[in-house]
């Protein structure tokens, strides 16, 4: 059976139907308003970001803020090789590097070896007048401390930002790498080098710390300029002081040059240390041919030290390992093996130069037998 709506039910609703119908529309739900823009209002583009400010505290204890990242850096001035070596550790240096100074030391460019674009980086004079480094319109110089008033102030008097830097001592090269790590927004980077560079000095301090006799050391950088035969001792503060006291040894002379550079000794003074061993250093020749000529002198035979066969040509490859260059810590290691052979007998000091070339340059073992190993001099296999 079908179901029927009774007549008064349907009359209700049919009166329901007509009232909604003459009624106001109903207001529609809000919603959630849309992120889209709309046809009247026009989208922005978004503004450029604003090149970030860097704050460097240099060496001399100056807040330097540059208003960008610096992209033409310029390093010049005395003791070039010393910063410019530091500098490239850091991956940025060949792109933002512009301009500096000979990077040689004798017939050696261990930049030119490393930066591609050495060629095309500008050329300055040692003697650079601030114009001059001027024109090539830098945003940065890196320059050594020393030469703050007589070569940085100039340049800070064209408007050019001077970061000053040191690296003369072990100690100085953390607080150095930090500097530069600021410059090339990559404290990473200046934090894992100094790692590297105290883990091994520590090291090498450890395993002489105990030593009961420390044995008494000269260190001697030999001069011939003008055909004048020379032997000089460094000051006290010196990188070759510390290396001498880092591994194991008394250096002879620290308390006899207390000044600023090299100081010049006699063959007599020399005889009267009666040092157990001594190193030479030399820049320009080989140290093994000097020490040759040296052992051929009967003045020099007759010294304890050469009669004991502890006459030594201190090493290098490109650069010498002696002085305050990145080199330092392959200095400090070769000389405690041989001052301390006995606390090192399984010393590989090749192995600790490839494996300095990796860490601090990226380069690699066939980089570095092709290149560096053929430049090893002074006494190394």
Known sequence: MKNRISSPVFFLLVASLLFSACGPAATPAPTTPSTAASPETPTLAPSPTAPQAV?????LGRQVTLPSPPQRIVITGKALIIIADAVYIFPEA???IVALGSASQGTSNFIALIDRDYAGKATI???AGAEQIAAIQPDLVILKSYLAETVGAPIEALGIPVIYVDFETPEQYTRDLEILGQVFQNEARAQEVAAFYQSRAAQI???VSDVAVKPKVLMLY??????AVAFNVPPQAWMQTRLVEMAG???LWADTNLGKGWAQVTLEQVAAWDADAIFIISYVENPSDVVARLKNDPQWQALRAVREGRLYAFPGDLYSWDQPDTRWILGLTWLAAHLHPERFPQMDIVAEAQQFYQALYGLDQ???EQHIRPTFRGDLP
């Open 55 to 59: 704050a460097v505290t240099d060496a």
């Open 94 to 96: 060949p792109q933002r």
């Open 125 to 127: 004079q040692q003697d």
């Open 205 to 207: 301090q450890a395993a």
């Open 222 to 227: 030999y001069t011939d300029r003008d055909g």
């Open 249 to 251: 040894g008394i250096p």
């Open 366 to 368: 066939a980089f570095f």
